[in-house]
């Protein structure tokens, strides 16, 4: 068997060479895995955003197309709808609370209501609970039939937006019932 004497391994030449190719090597890594994580985390986050406002847009469906009595978007944005039940009035307050981005969602029962003229004064509503988080903006239009005080439809537009990212969600309901559009009767907040 043959001995190799010129084989006395890496020089120290040889071996920085390498270092650098490894160093450049896991900086691209590095660089590639830190990209493909900040984009998930934005798409997850615009996915978040949408599916809130998905979410919300549902729940509000649900009072607005089977509104019976009236209803009225308020000069903040709120939203107010009126259902005649068999003994008395619900009235449903949709609004973005002004101290935190949330939508809530308040709610009462009175027995003397009239949806053609009504008054708000002696109406109080529960401490409300949370529709939604991330709520940057909420505003709610009614359009009236042409040259009739009804409403047709309601129009919800809502802001989402964070950690840099937003979603705005608008969507139009078109009312079932004939309802008294009671936009000019709602209080400020």
């Known amino acids: 068997m043959k001995k ?20 450049v090597v896991m900086l691209s890594v590095t660089f590639v895995i830190s990209t493909s994580s900040n984009t998930y ?29 009236s ?6 944005g709120s939203l107010y709808v009126v259902d005649k039940k068999d003994s008395n009035y619900e009235i449903y307050k949709f609004a973005k609370k002004p101290d935190a981005d949330e939508l809530y969602f308040y709610k009462t029962a009175v027995d003397d209501f009239d949806p053609a003229a009504p008054g708000f ?40 937006g964070t950690g840099g990212e937003s979603y705005n969600g608008c969507q139009t309901f078109a009312l079932r019932n004939q309802v008294r559009n009671i936009s000019s009767s709602v209080p400020l907040g």
């Open 41 to 69: 985390s934005k798409i997850a986050m615009d996915i978040n955003l949408q599916y809130e406002s998905q979410l919300a847009m549902g729940q509000l469906q649900e009072y607005i197309i089977d509104c019976n009595a």
């Open 4 to 23: 190799l004497f010129g084989n006395r391994g890496f020089t120290l030449v040889e071996l920085m060479v390498a270092f650098a190719i490894l160093g």
């Open 71 to 76: 209803v009225g978007a308020g000069s903040d």
């Open 121 to 160: 004064s002696s109406i109080t509503f529960d401490s409300g609970q949370l529709m939604s988080s991330y709520v940057k903006a909420f505003s709610a239009t009614v359009a009236a039939s042409s040259g009739s005080q009804n409403a047709s439809s309601v129009i919800i537009t809502i802001k989402y």
